[in-house]
């Protein structure tokens, strides 16, 4: 039974990898108001170093529909705004030699529409990989009939296995639902 355990830890772990994943992902989708987490993909070249945007400047969300970028270092400025302006995001930095403001277009119906597309994609490879850890735990625990371990502790091992990969996905959903109502809200 301990080497079932063993299994099950393994899979909760793997399955809340990908819903941590999924989270960040749906986080970085921009829902129409001003969320500083939509500039944490982003690389600054900081001394000829790709380095996250968040570990050379502040950046935070003064009221909803704008973004304030404030570096560390005013020489960075340039590179900031070359970084958000080469992104997918969409947005035009403004700089004032202090920080950058980045101004939050309201969202199209059109454009609310393709965002949920892609946050529906994100949560659905999300849920492929909570059942791939289902997946490779239950041949894990079917292959523990070989060790000695009883018929009954396989079958109660691949229920856990299987309460394990609702829990998830329901948590996937739950917070793909939450998502799309934010990026729907006008």
């Known amino acids: 039974m301990e080497e079932i355990q063993l299994v099950l830890d393994l899979a909760r772990e793997a399955m ?4 941590k994943h999924v989270k960040g992902e749906l986080l970085k989708v921009r829902a129409g108001k001003a969320m500083p987490q939509i500039l944490d993909g982003l690389m600054v070249n900081y ?33 900031l705004e070359k970084a958000i302006l080469n992104s997918d995001l969409g947005l035009n930095p403004q700089n004032d030699g202090e920080l950058i403001r980045i101004f939050i277009p309201p969202l199209t119906e059109e454009r ?3 965002l949920v597309k892609h946050a529906r994609g994100e949560a659905e490879q999300g849920r492929i990989s909570v059942r791939n850890a289902r997946h490779e735990a239950i041949h894990t625990i079917k292959d523990l009939k070989d060790e000695g371990v009883s018929e009954d502790d396989i079958k109660r091992g691949e229920d856990q296995v299987q309460e394990l990969t609702k829990e998830y996905s ?3 959903d739950s ?3 939450q998502k799309e109502q934010d990026i729907m809200t006008v």
Do not use: C, H, M
């Open 112 to 114: 609310r529409v393709t």
């Open 16 to 19: 809340e990898k990908a819903f």
């Open 170 to 172: 329901e948590k996937i």
């Open 47 to 79: 001394y000829g170093n790709p380095t996250p945007i968040n570990q050379v400047a502040s950046v935070n969300a003064p009221d909803p529909r704008s973004i304030l970028v404030k570096p560390w270092e005013k020489t960075l400025i340039p590179e």
């Open 175 to 177: 917070f793909l639902t």
